[in-house]
């Protein structure tokens, strides 16, 4: 029967490493213990000033196009999960079109923050299913170290830059799609925001960048790490709902990398053991769109995630965003 497949995966991170103690050198009110204890955060990695978000993406779909014995000219469709393209026009996929050279590609990007990977997966199932296109990549990819303001301990303690890939087709073979979920919530999405930069009222000025406004904010963070918490395990019930599928049958649960009191929480609110999450959250940081898509990878390459594995990615982010997708391995 043909449904949605798997047919490779990739991922990278800039080499370089900004671990705690990195942050206390640098002046940051904060210690190694003060930031593990509140969020699982050891390191993160740093893409260099002249690397973009379309190179990460570039690695790690090399990665995913090797694994899945593909060339990129065999690419009809190619989307981009960030919040941090190289530029606003043209798109992340743009650029990375080009640099994959992949001629016969469609291409855009999908803004929906830390859920971005799996808003991606929805879409690419549904050009499939019309038969409008044959083989899909989609990519997470975010540099969040360019959204920091570096002496806010709150927020730039969290961040790393990276990227993650997949190939989707419809067929019988490879690693199976059984399904994906998506939701939005407008009216809350000013609890994670980036103001500037924007066209209604804060366009960049030397106001604007005074002010502050062109980076990240959390606001009200303890608000949002309990709605993130309640729709993360609604993202769970949802996808093992609509596949009848028992929730203790699902071997790992690989999330949003967001933070670790929120995978404890989510954990002891199913029941669940804390084996069965997947955690590069404390290597990597929060890598928005790009996090649950290099967790999968490495689950994958890792020999993690067994033949006939059922895997659950469940996301939330700013917009606010949030969805899961269930696969049978």
Known sequence: METIRILGTGSYVPPKKLTNFDLQKMGLDTTDEWIVQRTGVKERRIAEPDVNTSDLSFEASLKALDMAGMKAKDLDL????????????????????????????????????????????????????????????????????????????????????????????????????????????????????????????????????????????????????????????????????????????INWFIPHQANLRMFQSMAKSLKLSMDKFYVTLNKYGNISSASCAIAFDEAVRSGSIKEGDLVCLPVFGGGLTWGSALVRW
């Open 78 to 249: 190619i989307i981009v999960g960030t919040i941090t393209p190289d530029t606003c026009c043209p798109s992340a996929a743009n650029w990375l079109q080009a640099k994959l050279d992949a001629p016969n590609a469609i291409t855009f990007d999908v803004t929906a923050a830390c859920s971005g990977f799996i808003f991606g997966l929805n879409i690419a199932s549904q050009y499939l299913k019309t038969g409008y296109c044959k083989h899909i990549l989609v990519v997470g990819a975010e540099i969040m170290s360019r959204t920091l303001n570096w002496t806010d301990r709150k927020t730039c303690i969290l961040w790393g830059d990276g990227a993650g890939a997949a190939i989707l087709a419809l067929g019988e073979e490879g690693h199976e799609i059984l399904s994906t979920h998506i939701h939005t919530d407008g009216q809350n999405g000013q609890d994670l925001l980036l103001p500037g930069g924007g066209s209604s009222t804060t366009p960049i000025s030397h106001e604007s960048v005074d002010k502050g406004l062109h980076f990240l904010n959390m606001i009200e963070a303890n608000i949002s790490f309990r709605v993130a918490v309640r729709h993360f395990v609604d993202s769970i019930k949802e996808a093992a709902a609509f596949n009848n599928v028992a929730i203790e049958d």
